[in-house]
């Protein structure tokens, strides 16, 4: 050995713990420390930061894992980023390991946006229908039908959807939803004309239309009484003052009708999302991503 | 060749085993991670800190830095406003505190974090608990101070200024809340007043055209319920006066409102009063 090598080794021997130092600044860092982090953030559900770290992990040479986009894609569609998270699972719906499960997603991207239009559409053409999925599907599918406007389809035909015990819940809302106890805003308006107050109680208020009733009642008689009398001035003050009433009675009717109608609808939904959120919307839950 | 017999070899020898030993003593890599979570607070990229301290926290298995990662993540995320998340750090980081100044600093955190999400009432609940610990006796101006501030949020402008008073530091804050709570109209005064003559609450609140508004209503229909009396319409009068309650019920209410909501306008104006122009420590 001569001197230069002593040199090189004592050399070597100094900064051994500096290199060392930077292996192990870079073992927090490594693909696969880096995929045990992003993992544990993404089911924290801090799907912004999980979603950096495996974007992260595939720019990285040799690294092109279906897992990994499929989180990806998973993370934008729970932030609720439905564009990015569309695109992302449409690249995954062919050829791929978690194409089914993509094409669930997809199905599950329409449904949660309300875009049930598009929705059904989608289920329609069947293109995209994910094999090991079909049944979920299927059930949001008929599902959509009791949250929006658009025409149910028969009773039969939708209740084949769901058999089993889910079905006589089902069956309830269905009823609720072709036969709801709306009340008609006209036949409102009509019945206080007629007599002041009987919409308000069609309407299912029945204080405020006893109200209507002495409060246009009374002010009636004073009115006619005073012009009776003689009374002019108060005649025409409590008759214009009993015009109003009547005719606020009345458009009230009217407005407590469409109320009576929107309460039913609002009741109506929460009650259905209620009931469709503990049974997480009839949809499977990816267990081996977070045990 | 005894190389040890060339004092430069030798200089050379003793200098490269202890130099990276002592002046670039190795760290190890939660300290060198930590250290890269500062730099980024230092550069304020508090995301890319919130994520590097996350991930300290998350293979430090030995809990050596929770505390320091937890009270710098709720730091982060109270920098980036996201007030619900810094609480939930700042708590965990009293659960980690190594000593009382530690448990202090996450606890004052924790009430300052508590105060700007509008959670005074969260706030004042642990300053008393604060102003209750034995191991906090010294710093009970501290807790004052906070007080103040918690009393502000929670808009009693009058409690803060005696906290204040008492913190002893800041007696520039103490006469600022009292000035407010002298500038504040009185809601019960503006409803009394307008119970005996109405619309003179309105006129108390500067709200005038609604007053003279309110004042014609009830004087005509307390002159009509007075002149159906008067010419024997018992009738007449007793549903004229049921009218004139009505509207002298809806000029209460009226006055109520008017005072209330210049209140709030007071008390806006003062924050962001204090906001823009007061130096001191602020939540």
Not at chain 1, 88 to 100: G, I, K, P
Not at chain 1, 137 to 153: E, G, I, M, Q, W
Not at chain 2, 8 to 14: E, P
């Amino acid at each position: 050995m001569n001197k230069y090598h002593l040199i090189g080794f004592v050399w070597l021997l100094a900064f051994l713990p500096l290199m060392a130092q930077n292996d192990s600044l870079n073992s927090l860092h490594s693909p696969e420390n880096v995929l045990k982090f992003a993992d544990y953030l993404f089911c924290q559900k801090d799907y912004l930061r999980a979603v950096t770290e495996y974007e992260n992990l595939l720019e990285l040479p040799g690294i092109n894992s279906d897992t990994l986009k499929f989180k990806i894609a998973l993370g934008f569609s729970k932030m609720g980023q439905s564009k990015e998270a569309g695109e992302r699972f449409n690249s995954l719906t062919f050829n791929n390991v978690f194409s089914d499960e993509a094409r669930l997603e997809l199905y599950k991207l329409k449904f949660f946006t309300n875009d049930f239009s598009s929705f059904r559409e989608m289920y329609v053409q069947k293109s995209l229908l994910p094999a090991k999925y079909i049944d979920p599907v299927r059930k949001l599918y008929y599902t959509s039908y009791l949250l929006d406007s658009a025409a149910l389809p028969g009773k039969e035909e939708f209740m084949r959807a769901f058999p089993g015990a889910a079905g006589s819940e089902i069956a309830k809302f269905y009823s609720r939803k072709r036969d709801p106890n709306y009340k008609s805003p006209l036949k409102a308006a009509i019945l206080s004309a007629i007599v002041p107050g009987l919409g308000k109680a069609y309407a299912g208020e029945w204080g405020d239309g006893l109200t209507s009733l002495i409060v246009t009642g009374v002010l009636g008689y004073v009115s006619y009484d005073n012009l009776r009398a003689h009374h002019s001035f108060r005649g025409y003050l409590f008759g214009g003052l009993v015009a109003l009433f009547y005719a606020g009675n009345v458009y009230g009717s009217a407005a407590q009708a469409q109320i009576y109608n929107a309460r039913i609808d609002f009741t109506f939904t929460s009650d259905l999302k209620l009931y469709l959120n503990d049974n997480n919307y009839f949809l499977p839950v990816y267990e081996y991503f977070c045990k | 060749m005894n190389i040890f017999a060339n004092r430069a070899l030798f200089f050379l020898f003793f200098c490269l085993l202890t130099v990276p030993g002592t002046v670039l003593k190795a760290q190890t890599p939660l300290e060198r991670q930590f250290q890269l979570a500062q730099g980024l607070i230092a550069k304020e990229n508090y995301f890319d800190a919130i994520t590097e301290l996350k991930r300290l926290l998350f293979f430090d298995q030995k809990k050596e830095y929770a505390f320091r990662c937890n009270y710098l993540i709720g730091y982060s995320y109270k920098k980036g406003a996201k007030l619900d998340d810094a609480v939930k750090y700042f708590s965990l980081s009293q659960l980690a505190a190594p000593d009382d100044s530690a448990l202090f600093l996450a606890k004052t955190e924790l009430v300052r974090s508590n105060i700007l999400r509008r959670t005074a009432d969260n706030a004042l609940l642990i300053l008393k608990q604060m102003e209750k610990e034995p191991r906090f006796t010294q710093r009970l101006k501290e807790i004052n101070y906070w007080k103040g501030w918690a009393y502000i949020f929670d808009d009693d402008w009058a409690k803060a200024s005696e906290e204040f008073l008492k913190s002893g530091s800041a007696d520039e804050l103490s006469g600022f809340c009292r000035e407010v709570e002298k500038a504040k109209y009185s809601v019960s005064f503006a409803k009394v007043i307008s119970y005996i003559l109405p619309g003179s609450g309105q006129f108390y609140t500067g709200n005038y055209v609604s007053g003279i508004m309110s004042m014609a209503w009830t004087g005509f229909l307390g002159y009509l319920t007075y002149n159906s009396f008067a010419e024997e319409r018992a009738f007449d009068g007793l549903v004229e006066a049921g009218l004139f309650f009505r509207f002298h019920r809806g000029n209460v209410q009226n006055a109520e409102k008017f005072a209330i909501e210049r209140n709030s306008q007071i008390s806006k104006d003062a924050l962001i009063y204090l906001q823009n122009n007061y130096k001191g420590l602020k939540p």
